[in-house]
């Protein structure tokens, strides 16, 4: 296992895998009813044109946040 | 009668489809406490009726989000025997996610696969039957923006309400199941809701749910402990995996993807929309549009609709009893005043309505999202949010706009402290209606550089609004809840003619409504207080005495002609001056010479005797035209004097006078407070109030020159009055909003008290500046705008602590 990497780390266009999700309460279950949740293959499509928030693509839709609650996401790059 | 929901995720059509079946016939209704609304509508099918409720729309069914709650609470508590799961069919996947909690409940359903167009367009061929079977349902095909699957919709509702469901379906849980069997054997209280569903929302650790059926945290906490220590696995991210998987089987049975998606439109259009070097032009360009299209040519449009009003105007006038030379009736003046606050509300309704069009198409297009994506970085500073933008263009980011469309757009804004903010401070962008009074200003007293100070005050409102929504969610707003910002970027949609308009209309007469009613009754209390105690008795003998005189000497005027006789009484020379005053009324609006040729011949049919003095064609008339236009200059000069005693005279004329020793010092002299004081029934009577105390008699001069030339005030006066007027409350219609959107009077009381407050307070520290350093006015505005860009600034520029999401709070 390498050093772990949040969503917020991916490039454009980078694939990965979420190993975990640090998220509390609203947070965590705005993450789960979007489809964010453990296991679950993601894609970043783009981030804003000031960086900050970023496009993903998961479960077959888009999906945009920012790079602060990005940061609550584990992956492993794929 | 059958009680309908129609609950889906947000954006799969619901209220399209609630149209569809409701049709015009519909009823909005506002939740209480929350901010989302619940539409309701009556529909009558095969002898039955059928309350349709319209949900907000929610992707998941926990109790975090207000839509969440106000959708989960109808759910839960008004139990309805239907439910209409609407679910986008081209994204089948996601919303059998939604589904699956829905048919826990263990309600008659009926699963409405909408978007069945962009599905086929995609490929995808949905098997109904074996979704049917799989879910124990009936499931309807429906294309809501085409008003298809209308009538099978209405007959599944229909069998669905006469069925009871006896086995409702089961996710598995695999091996929660146990858990879910032991939480159900616990439940002891008689609910009216399926156990098995209370229990798996119970395990998930919904407060709600585990307060209606009595069970305490630790119980919970205790399995979910256990099941962590098994699986190494959050409980409520279990079952969420759960659910997912069981929606994949089901799709892969009954959906087959008969082509390969390609890239797809939303795809491409995106790469360009939001392309790093494109978004700002792109989003400029939008924002332009809608503003020229709204306010620029919706503006241009009041200019044909204003004389359809002015002809209403004059046709309500004509019923009004006349008034006696200087003596108007009270109920004259009363209607009078009435018409004119009213129409001048409904005068803005095309603005309103154009603007209210853009909106739902944009809405629509699945183009918002998009505008909060790009700069949500820029407001998250401020504390406000990306979805901040479309509210402050609407209210008059760019030189004009109305704070009402504007609050009312922050509906969507997620994050309720950002949502607040918003509606706290869209008030302050530059309303339209207080453009005539910085023209009134700035032309009077700053002829040479109105560009530049037209400048000033069309940004410095961008500037103030951020610095105070800063300030805001740093201080009273700082508890309030927030919402991460994760948010769904909607596939592009072509919207439709009929719901554009079906929404805009639904819209514009919510307004109408809500803050017309409002305007009068404030209208009424303004009457009042501008209107009593009244004119000195003294004053009003003298002024009698003056009116007698100039009917005398009119009188003596016609005696040796051939009119004297339709002239020898005061009632006839009465009638003749409300003649005269109706038809120069009815001429500004004749506009061609055919239009004024059907005037005259009418009055002419009308009053035969009367009206060839008011044609002038022979010398004889002509002379009593001459004496008629003098006596009704002197009676207007009158009225006017009366006009103006009564305001000195008024209760708001007294308060006006009564704080000019505070105002004074900002350069406000009583005349100036008695404008403000009035301008907050509606933006537009500070002019016409000012116009009203500064007309000296009947002189032809406009209120601009007579204020430049009157010399009590210098332009730094002017300057102050701008700055003042720049921070003012917005007028009473915006308040309302305001109480609307926060469902709070306090709001409400504070968006009035503290822009008076401040505007007071600057306008006082910059006024006596100028005096102490000898600024111009121009000097005054720009170094106003100099300190306020530069705190704007420094906010901007420091790292405020709360400005991301908060990792663990809930409320
Ligand atoms: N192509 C297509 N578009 C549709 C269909 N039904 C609705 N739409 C469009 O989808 C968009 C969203 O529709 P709404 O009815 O506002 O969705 P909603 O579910 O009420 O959304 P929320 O209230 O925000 O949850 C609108 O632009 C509709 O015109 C359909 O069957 N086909
Ligand atoms: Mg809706």
Known sequence: ?78 | MIRVALAGQPNCGKSTIFNMLAGVNQHVANYPGVTVDKKTANVTFGGDVYELVDLPGTYSFSTFSLEERVAKSFLLDENPDVIVNVIDASNLRRSLYLTFQLLELGRPMVLALNMMDVAERRGLDIAMDKLAEMLNVRVVKTVGARGRGKSDLLQAMQAASRTEIAEPFRVEYAELETYIARIEDRITRQTGLAKRWLAIKALEGDEVILQKIGLDRETITDLTADIHSRHDIDVDQMIAGLRYASADRVYHKCVTEKSVPGETFTTKADRVVLNRWLAFPILGLVIYLVYQLSIVWGYKLTDHTWPLLAALRNQIFALLPRSQFIHTPLVTEFGVWMTNSILALLNYIPIFFILFVVIAILEDVGYMPRMAFILDRIFRKYGLHGQSTLPLVLGGALVGGCAVPGIMATKGIADERARLATVLTVPYMNCLAKVPFYTLLLAAFFKPHMGIMMFFISTVTLFIALILARLLTSTVLKSRETAPFVMEMPTYHLPTIKGVLLRAFQRLWLYIKKVVTIVVAVAVVLFVLLQYPGVPREKMAELRQQADSAMARFSASVQDTAYQPHLDTREKIYQLLSINESYRADRLLARSQAAVDQLNSSYLERYPELFPILLAADPETRQINRALRTLSNTGRGLQLEIRNEKIVNSYLGTLGRAIEPVTRHAGFDWRINVAFLSSFAARESAVATLGSIYEQGATDASPEQVMARDGAYTPIHAATMLLFMLLTPPCIAAMVVVKLQSHSYLWMLFAVLFPTALGIMLSLIFFNLALQFNWSGVELMRNFYLCVAALTLVLGLKKSSHSGWQVGKTH
């Open chain 1, 1 to 78: 296992m390498t050093i772990a990497l949040s969503l917020s780390d991916l490039k454009t266009n980078e694939r990965g895998r979420i190993r975990l999700c640090r998220a509390r309460g609203l947070m965590k279950q705005k993450l789960i009813s979007m489809g964010l949740i453990p296991g679950v293959e993601v894609t970043v499509l783009r981030s804003a044109p000031l960086l900050d928030p970023i496009e993903i693509a998961v479960q077959n839709y888009q999906v945009a946040l920012r790079r602060s609650e990005a940061l609550l996401v584990e992956v492993d790059r794929i």
